[in-house]
Structure formats: C-alpha cells, structure tokens
C-alpha cells in the first residue's frame, strides 16, 4: 500500500468515503489508469447487518476481481419467498421465486457487511495505483480549474475530480450546494444474525406484515452452526425498544412466533443493531469536478436489498463516464460529469420510488390500497411471462438504461 508523504499531493480523482461503496468505486477507477486517492477512514462495525448482493452487481464485481473473495464469506441465496402477513382481505397466497426460473444458479449473494468492507479493504491495500489516506475531508474547494480538499492531518490533496462516497451526510455534496430531499418513517429496523433448527434451504422469507417486512436471508454456515440467516425485521420504534431491551431468549421466542415457526427453535447469534428507517435523495447525483455515489446520493429502507446494489451500478458508471478522459481538460471533464448524471438519474428514481411506495402500501390500512398491493402480487405469480421479466428486472436492472437511451439529449 501506498502511503502519502508531502502535504501537497495530487492526484487525478480523489475518492471520498471507506465504506463499500467508496471502497468499489476506489478499485473500479484505478482500473481507468487513472491515478487515485482513498480518503476516509474505516467505518466502525454494524452489528447484524449485511448486504445482499445480486447477480448484476456481482458481474460487475467479477469484472473487478472481486467475486471470487467475496464467494467465500457469503452464503448464496437462490429463492425469494414473499409471504403476505398482514392480514389483509385481499392477502394473496405465499409466492416463491427461484433463479432456475430465468437461468441463474442463484440470484446473488448475501454477506455481513463488516466482511465486505474487510475484504475490500484488504483489496485495496494491496493495490499499488491506490493512496490510501486514513482521515476525513472536512473542507473543498471546487473550481474551474481543478479541486482542493482539506484533509483533517493537515494534507491539501489536489484533484481533477472527486468521486464522493462518503454516506448520508457527505461533506462533498454539501460543498457542492446539491440539494436534497429528505423524508421518514414510524418504522425503526432491528437486525441480528440468527441460528435456527430448521434449514433456510436458500431461500430468503420475507414476511410483509402491517409495519413493514420482516425477514430471513440465508447467512454463511459455520462450524458449530449449520443453519444461520441475517434477520432485518421493521417495527414501530416503541416495539423496537421494548424488544431491545428483552432477554435474548424471549426475543428469540418473539422472533419464532412472529416468524409462525418456519425456522424452528432460534438462537441470536452476537450483538443486535438497530436503526431509524428514512429516505434521501439528492435533485442531481453530480456537481462541477464531483460524481456522488451510493448513500451519498440516495438512501431507504432495507427492502428488496436494493441499497448497495444501486451504489455498485453507481460506481461503475462512474468509472465509465471517466475511463479514457483527459483530466487536464476541464471540457472532457465536463462531459463525463454531464455523462454519469444521465446514466444515473433514471436508475436511481426508479429505486428510489418503488421502494418508497412498497414500504407505504405496507404501512397503510386501507382495503382499496390492500387490494391492489395483492392482485398485484397475485399476477406476478400466475403470469410467467411478467415473472420472469421482474426477476430478470430486480437481478440486473436494464428499464432504467432503456429510459435513459431514449430520453431527450441522450446519445444515439
């Protein structure tokens, strides 16, 4: 790993944030040729959380090398049972999805997020076109000319571009004056590694119960737990209290019953987590001299694991968008950036809108919104031809690209 000495260094793109999704943009654009710098520092561990990754995103890490370290810390998930639980008079049957439908061995992947952010960053230091920096960038400066960050050891690091992965409250973005929009919801999320008696099979359970999904993703086996799933269950925060608060083992019976003793008897496994559910996104995904990727542009709900596969495709645009660019030309420059906010913006609302209104008919108790939330589960089952082009939609997205290539100034 490289280490950088002068106060003053320079590099062709600065990428701001640690996590996975800077951590993949990092290693996607020193792919380029492009000279690049990683600054931001580890992020601290996240009990029970983990990401499920589908196979789109595991192409595009296969592309990185990625897949294969990935492979052997993460369990392979090739079902999707939806159970509706919300007793609902219009509540459809159970309906089970598998990857043998459109060809695939497995929709993807699952694994703990520590895990991935572990391997990748052990990835990226042993790779020697990436300065890796541990410190935050507390000020920019974005010109026409290039861009100044301020490190807090005191480094100035200069740059053509900066690519922002740095969450939430991304520093970056607020430099660059990008609005926002910001919502929530009377949900808080509790999540837990979980072993169970009975087995997962490879199949993720979801159940879509009155206050959002409850659900089982298969996790990896060890030695003295054959049978592990990550658990995400969505609650009112005031139940999420009293149920943090419980001994493990009448939890643990909660988690059976709620679950209707689909996976048996149920030991938590470690520390659980617990978080607020809420939504951002941003009005553009770029500014003059900045690409945003991942949470640093678009942040909801853990539902139909779409998070850290939309910063994947996020980064890998942005690698796209920049591969081949002179960055001593402020107007190709200018181009890429123009480029990425094209590539990105249809994807990213598609997303963002859809999970926002399938957590919104969950949380409402009204039989004509009931209604149409069942008859459309019920002809996603029955019609073949419309399973299997949400499937292929929800593994590798492609309406998002179609849009974008027919929209007004995009490129034949």
Known sequence: MATAAPLHPKFDILVAGAGASGLIAAIALARTGHSVALVGKTPGP??????????GSLRHLDDLGLRE????ISAVVKGIRIIDDTSSLFRPPPALFTSDEIGLDAFGLNVPNDDIVAMLSKVVDG???????????????????????????????????????????????????????EWSYPQTAITGILR??????????????????????????TSDAPRRSSLVWLMPPAEAKRRLALDPRKLAAEIEDQSHYRYGAIEIEGKLGAFPMAGMRTLKVSGPRLMLVGEACHVFPPLGAQGLNLGIRDSSDAALALDGVDLTNAKAIEAAVTEYEKSRRADIDIRTRGVDILNRTLLADFLPVDFLRGVGLAAVTAIGPLRRAILREGVEPTLARTLTNFAPGSRP
Do not use: W
């Open 127 to 181: 790779m020697g076109d990436i300065t890796r920096i541990e410190a935050f960038v507390s000020r920019y400066d974005f010109r026409e000319d290039g861009v100044t960050a301020f490190v807090d050891d005191g480094r100035e690091i200069e740059c053509a571009v900066v690519v922002a992965g740095d969450g939430r409250n991304s520093p970056a973005r607020k430099a660059a004056k990008i609005e926002i929009k």
């Open 196 to 221: 169970h008696r009975r087995p997962h099979d490879d199949i993720t359970t979801e159940f879509h119960t009155r206050f959002g999904p409850f659900t089982f993703v298969p996790m990896p086996a």
């Open 69 to 72: 370290p990935l492979q052997e």
């Open 46 to 55: 996240l009990p029970g959380r983990t990401v499920a990754l589908f196979e």
